[in-house]
């Protein structure tokens, strides 16, 4: 028996006239596709690029990604991680969305400062997982009054 749970993350390059709003129509979807199908995870939007990391069953994850990878909203895909894992990071979310740019501004700016170096980390292909990106991520949207829970 295997409960593992299967983690992919990619980058992406937004579209052109994609805004605050296009975005949360986005996640409007997400959240309710992915709570049917038991997908949690984690959408960031920083400087033009979306960093997303899908959590579910192996199979699942996968046909989402190949949607995803679809849409004109976004393009240049770039999977920076992908593998299993023994739990979720994102349990309590369908689609958790972090935008850094309304962070920056705010109290929070260390913590954006050590997440994008971690980016920079990543765009270097390195040896490197995600993971303390999105432990950064995470707790960004568990410390901020702003970002509820699905
Ligand atoms: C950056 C980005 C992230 C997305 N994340 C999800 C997601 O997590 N779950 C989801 O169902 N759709 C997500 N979508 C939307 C899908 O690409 C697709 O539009 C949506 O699932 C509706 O597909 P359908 O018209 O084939 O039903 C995302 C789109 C973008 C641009």
Redesign the pocket.
């Known amino acids: 028996m295997n409960h593992k749970i299967f983690q992919l993350t990619y980058r ?1 390059r937004a579209s052109e006239g994609i805004g605050k709003e296009e975005i949360l129509e ?1 996640v409007d ?2 959240v ?3 709570n049917r199908h038991d ?1 949690t ?1 984690c ?1 960031v939007f920083d400087q033009g690029y ?1 960093i ?1 990391i ?1 959590e579910g069953e192996k199979e699942t994850v996968n046909q ?1 990604y190949k ?2 990878a ?2 004109r ?2 393009f240049q895909f770039e999977i920076l991680s992908k593998g299993e894992a023994a739990t979720r990071l994102f349990k309590s979310w369908d ?1 958790g969305y972090v935008s850094m740019e309304d962070l920056v501004v705010g109290e929070k700016e260390e913590l954006v400062k050590k997440a994008r170096m971690e980016l920079d980390t990543i765009s270097l292909k390195n040896d490197f997982t995600p993971k303390v990106f999105w432990y950064n991520v995470y707790t960004l949207l568990t410390d901020s009054k702003f970002y509820k829970k699905n």
């Open positions: 992406s986005i979807e997400a309710a596709y992915n997908i995870g959408l979306f997303q899908l989402l949607k995803i679809k849409d909203r976004h689609m």
